[in-house]
């Protein structure tokens, strides 16, 4: 990250998150997703799994209904009580025509200007490799921003009451190893870190650290990392796809 990064695009009022998992759009979206709705926008969120592969020691059906309940929760701290669930498998989405017609429909449902999604690259940093899901998703959510407006392509929407929306202005990438824009953490950063806290049985089965240590830290880390490509100041960093 060697540029500065400009602010992210203040004229809009609708959102949608996309992410594949329970717990992705905590790991640093969320800061901004708070300052955001203390704004009075709208932010809503689909996630294409219910992260049942997630925990080791809990069974895909006990974890899908725990991690469920935790997102919902986790949404609510940074004012967010839209959540929606695709039910694709975890850990083995597939990129392709179904999932980007589904992410379309929910992009016609939501008619958002600014749609978010996670890391679609390779990588994490450069050089910690990203999840099937997450590549997946992140390609598919960019792709459906315009399938979302082409009424020649799942024309079946349509059908279904879901007319074709040609409004997404941008498509965000939390965590991409490439930002062009941030959000000011500051305002939003002790929501984001509850709303993180809030995935406690993913959280506790995945470090054995204290919950609260392990989110400051994290979340720290990552918005620190970013205030000096943006006014010193900690921030949510983002690559920005205009449309």
């Known amino acids: 990250m060697t540029e500065q990064l400009a602010p992210m695009p203040a004229d809009w009022q609708r959102a949608l998150a996309v992410v594949a998992h329970p717990d992705d759009l905590e ?16 932010v809503a969120y689909v996630l294409a799994t219910r992260g049942e ?11 899908a209904a725990v991690r469920e309940r935790e997102q919902r929760a986790s949404a609510a701290v940074v004012g967010v009580s839209a959540v929606e669930f695709l039910d694709h498998r975890d850990g083995v989405i597939e990129y392709g025509p ?5 992410v379309a429909a929910a992009i ?6 600014l749609v978010v999604t996670l890391n679609h690259h390779d990588t994490f940093g450069h050089t910690a490799w990203n999840t099937p899901d997450h590549r997946a998703v992140g390609r598919a959510v960019l792709d459906a921003a315009a399938d979302a407006g082409n009424r020649w392509i799942f024309s079946e929407l349509a059908e279904q009451g879901l007319a074709p929306w040609e409004g997404v202005r941008w498509v965000a990438v939390a965590g991409s190893p490439r930002p062009t824009h941030a959000v000011d953490a500051g305002p939003g950063m002790e929501r984001a870190v509850e709303s993180l806290l809030a995935h406690r ?9 204290d919950p609260e240590d392990y989110v400051r830290g994290f ?4 918005t620190d ?3 000096e490509h943006f006014g010193n100041r900690p921030a949510v960093a983002f690559e920005l796809f205009p449309r």
Not at 54 to 61: D, L, Q
Not at 202 to 208: D, F, P
């Open 27 to 42: 790991y640093g979206a969320a800061a901004a997703v708070a300052a955001w709705t203390d704004g009075g926008r709208e």
């Open 201 to 209: 049985a993913y959280i506790g089965a995945l470090t054995e650290t």
């Open 108 to 113: 016609r449902r939501h008619r958002p200007e």
């Open 225 to 227: 990392s970013a205030a």
């Open 219 to 222: 979340l720290t880390s990552m």
């Open 53 to 63: 592969a997630g925990i080791a020691t809990m069974e895909p059906a006990q974890a």
């Open 98 to 102: 179904a999932l980007r017609r589904d």
